[in-house]
């Protein structure tokens, strides 16, 4: 009864070395915080990541992620989840987002090693423009996405897919989606995660990309 009631936290903070295709060619940092939180019955999340990445004397990422989420342990395959995902991205002249969603999730699979979600739910999309006469975007959308965790005995590996389509105008979407493998493990709080990062729209504004990928060298602090 006791963890049913308290939550327990574990806190990770982490730095990493990337390199970055898309609006242009570059490599950068970025930085982030996560604190999680487990109780019996659900779990809450919350994380900020900056990122900075330039080629030369053009910034080719320069965004900021501010991540919260819950969701409800099942007791058998069902539970309901709520998120936001709030921030800006000035190399795509995007001054402010957020995503803002509700649904229900399925657990597809789980045993010892790891777990696979889906998740399905209605979303509300706003993206504020820089662009002088660029029409602002507020949309009621569609939330789907996948979460994928599993232990590889050498390594662990995360996988997440989130895609956000737009009720009021078909073929526009966001995507966004991270995969990392964990390694070189130890007792210790030090850990070392190698990733990929797809960052799309489906509909840009006039001269930006589609696409924005980046692959990382991530250090990770982790405690509780």
Known sequence: MELRGQRQWTMQADFDLSGRSGATRGSGISAGFQAKGVREVDTLLASVRVVRTSAGTQTSADDLHLNLAYETNPTNIVFWYARTD???????????????????????????????????????????????????????SADLG??????????????????????????????RHESSINLMRGPGPLSLRLGLSNDFRSHPQAGQVKLDTAYFVRLTYVWK
């Open 146 to 175: 996948l979460v994928l965790t599993r232990e590889l005995g050498w390594a662990a590996l995360d996988s997440a897919i989130s895609i956000v389509p737009s009720f009021q105008k078909a073929g526009d979407f966001y995507l």
């Open 86 to 140: 709030s921030g800006y991205d000035n190399a795509r002249a995007v001054d402010f987002f957020s995503i803002n969603a509700v649904g229900l999730g399925l657990r597809l699979f789980t045993d010892g090693s790891g777990k696979l979600d889906a998740r399905v739910g209605l979303a509300h999309r706003t993206e504020r423009y820089a662009t002088v006469g660029q029409a602002n975007l507020s949309a009621p």
